[in-house]
């Protein structure tokens, strides 16, 4: 099949049919962390994070101000590792190591607002276990040539899809296929620049979706993605991935919310970061 003829077929796919949507949802899950905080025996959804490697070291990556205001000052930090079940990862957030830029003086749009949190190696076998992936930001990630459509996925976990008591929490994980303005397959608008370290780019989030929350409390800290769709053998749709930024501010718009988030270059300083403190 020829070039156009199979980006044809994966974007007709891709819109007209929500398989392939859930399945690379299904994909990012895996390295996807709904993050709760337990406070004598409450819990509160606090936000989202990636599971990322780094030099072999596990951390989660997510908005500084997820762990400031919720994680830092919890008795635990539970993450749930299969939907609607209690399996969950646990842990004092006193064994979490924190790195990142100096946290601003007031939360706004400009952040910085992104953390990487250092989690003790051998207390994340359980995570690996249960089918949970690390992404490893140690790889440089190619982008692959030839009959290949780009787009973006948002990973989160919206307070309004789960289900929450004072004592129960059953988050549940999101994927929200970015659509830019001009087509869902645009090329990702280059990241702005402000200041010498920190770059942002903004998403706009069409609400309208069926599959999207209307308001993204507890999205903070997700995972966007570029996720390349190409034909493989037997003309199987396969996909590669590259976590290229964390959400961390939202306000409202026209067609629903713009949702800001830290770029790959706001990443790379968080790994600056970690080699200066380490």
């Not at 296929?177 to 998403?203: E, H, K, N, T």
Request: charged share 20%; net charge negative; glycine share 10%.
């Amino acid at each position: 099949m020829n070039t156009s003829a199979s980006v044809n077929r994966i974007a007709k796919e891709l819109l007209g049919s929500p398989r392939l949507g859930e399945t690379i949802t299904r994909e990012l899950n895996d390295y996807t962390a709904a993050l709760i905080a337990q406070n004598h025996g409450k819990m509160e959804l606090a936000g989202t994070g990636t599971f990322v490697s780094f030099s072999g070291i596990p951390f989660i990556l997510t908005a500084a101000h997820v762990w400031v205001r919720k994680l830092k000052s919890a008795d635990r930090i539970l993450i749930p590792l299969r939907e609607n079940t209690r399996e969950r990862f646990s842990i004092e957030p006193h064994y979490v190591v924190p790195f990142g830029p100096p946290c601003p003086t007031e939360w706004n749009e400009w952040g910085p607002d992104i953390v990487l949190l250092r989690l003790p190696p051998e207390n994340v076998g359980g995570v690996i276990a249960l089918g949970r992936s690390f992404f490893n930001l140690s790889i440089k990630k190619e982008r692959l040539i030839g009959g290949v459509i780009e787009t973006r996925f948002l990973m989160g976990a919206p307070w309004l899809r789960g289900q929450f008591t004072e004592t129960s929490a059953y988050p549940e994980i999101q994927g929200m296929l970015v659509l830019q303005r001009g087509g869902p397959f645009q090329p990702l608008c280059a990241p702005s620049l402000v200041g010498p370290s920190f770059d942002y780019i903004d998403l706009e989030i069409d609400t309208e979706q069926p599959e999207v929350a209307h308001h993204f409390g507890g999205v903070s800290g997700g995972g966007l993605w570029k996720v390349f769709l190409y034909e493989g053998p037997e003309s199987k749709i396969e996909s590669f991935r590259v976590l290229v930024g964390v959400a961390f501010w939202q306000e409202p718009s026209d067609s629903g919310l713009v949702v800001r988030c830290h770029g790959p270059q706001s990443i790379g300083v968080l790994l600056h970061h970690f080699l200066a403190g380490s």
